[in-house]
């Protein structure tokens, strides 16, 4: 199964968005290969050396990564899924694109 990783401060439970700003959300940002993700926490060194009060560097020690598994669980066909079931979008997609039968 295929893994991707978040980066997750584990005392407000948001999930970093990525860069050096310090953004956290609900969602955040996913990396699927660890060593992107290292990269990503190896800016954090850089940063400390210039910058001793960045506010990330205050609270790095509730970061944690959580490691998830992707499944496959369902398949939509292509033009149900971007026309979400609805006919006048399928017919005008059906009338700009051929769909195979």
């Known amino acids: 199964m295929e893994k991707i990783y978040k ?3 584990n005392k407000t439970g948001l999930f970093s968005k990525g ?3 310090g953004e956290f959300n609900k969602n955040g940002k996913i990396w699927k290969i ?3 993700l290292r990269s990503h926490l190896e800016q954090f060194k850089r940063i400390s050396g ?3 009060t960045n506010r990330l560097l205050d609270n790095i020690h509730n970061w944690e990564i ?3 598994e992707l499944k ?3 398949k939509i066909d292509l033009f149900t899924f971007i ?3 609805d ?3 399928e017919y005008d997609l059906l009338t700009t694109l051929k769909k195979e039968k």
């Open 7 to 9: 980066l997750r401060d």
């Open 19 to 21: 860069g050096t700003n």
């Open 34 to 36: 660890p060593g992107h």
């Open 50 to 52: 210039r910058d001793t």
């Open 66 to 68: 959580v490691e998830y």
């Open 72 to 74: 496959e669980v369902n």
């Open 83 to 85: 026309s979400k079931d």
């Open 87 to 89: 006919p006048k979008v």
